[in-house]
């Protein structure tokens, strides 16, 4: 049996004998190789001898050149839905285009809220695509709880549409409605608490220049709600604003925590608006037009503050 020296001795030879022929090919004759190439592949030499010596991995960062500045929108259906384009109630004409809402009765999605566009997403998306200053991408989904967030953070940050991660500037976050819930998509505040912290902690981590904007939800109309599940025959009544305004208030604590900007959207529609029940569509749980726009100004006034704006 070879003994280790010999292996290696072997590879260091059939090493000489592939850096030869890429030099040959590549007319590089006084191009050595460093100490440090042992063990290079194919593909790493011809770097080498294609960059005209340089380290193949200073190489890889020339190419790796900074993207277009990105603004990632993460949370439940309340940032879902912030990329509506139409509104339901002004969208009537025959040959108008087709509602999201519609679209999802057709597949027989659940509970299908009517467009309430323009989202707020959309108006971000808007006006940093006037000036080419950022891309503006929506990663919310329906349904998200900080505790399905935490577990998958770390495929959506892998699969972003970016150059490098560097390029992302600004993140916003919005959770909260969806965890309050009484039933299956329940997390208890003391998680609830952790979950926000660590999903902080992993953008932080993963996203080097981003600053994170954690807003809190808009309250809602519990009422109205409930009756809007009770006529669609399901199970989803279930929760209210008593039992929501303890996440607005964890999510104040976290942002404080860890080092966030507060969009302080529950607090503000409560405290700012005349009816914050028109804020809402008329489930009474998600945005209507008014609401959206009313984020979209904190959001858009949060992000101008760090000198993030279009």
Request: aromatic share 6%; with cysteine; hydrophobic share 40%.
């Amino acid at each position: 049996m070879d003994t280790i020296s010999s292996i290696v001795e072997q590879l260091a030879k059939l090493q000489l004998q592939l850096v030869a022929a890429l030099q040959s090919e590549y007319f590089c004759d006084d191009l050595d190789l460093p100490a440090a190439a042992f063990g290079w592949n194919e593909a790493t030499i011809r770097l080498f001898f294609e960059a005209g010596g340089a380290e193949p991995q200073d190489r890889e960062k020339e190419e790796r050149a900074p993207g277009r500045p990105v603004v990632l929108c993460v949370g439940d259906a309340l940032t879902e839905c912030g990329n509506h384009a139409l509104n339901a109630e002004l969208v009537k004409h025959e040959k108008s285009p087709p509602l999201a809402s519609d679209l999802l009765r057709e597949e027989g999605g659940l509970l299908p809220v009517a467009e309430q566009g323009p989202g707020w997403v959309a108006l971000l998306a808007r006006d940093f695509a006037w000036r080419g200053t950022a891309d503006v991408i929506n990663r919310g989904l329906s349904g998200n709880t900080s505790r399905i967030l935490k577990e998958d953070l770390s495929t959506v940050l892998s699969c972003l549409p970016v150059s490098q991660k560097e390029d992302v500037v600004a993140v916003t976050l919005l959770l909260g409605t969806n965890d309050c819930a009484v039933g299956d998509q329940h997390v208890p505040l003391a998680e609830f608490s952790d979950n926000l912290l660590a999903i902080i902690s992993m953008l932080h981590r993963d996203l080097p220049n981003a600053k994170v904007l954690l807003a809190s939800p808009p309250p809602l109309v519990d009422t109205r709600w409930k009756d809007y599940c009770r006529n669609a025959g399901v199970e989803h009544g279930n929760r209210s604003i008593q039992s929501l305004k303890p996440y607005a208030g964890a999510i104040e604590k976290a942002a404080k925590k860890g080092g966030c900007v507060l969009v302080d959207v529950h607090k503000g529609m409560m405290s700012r608006l005349m009816q914050f029940n028109d804020a809402l569509a008329p489930d009474g749980l998600h945005l209507s037009a008014k609401g959206n726009n009313f984020v979209y100004r904190e959001m858009r006034d949060a992000l101008a503050a760090l000198d993030i704006g279009p």
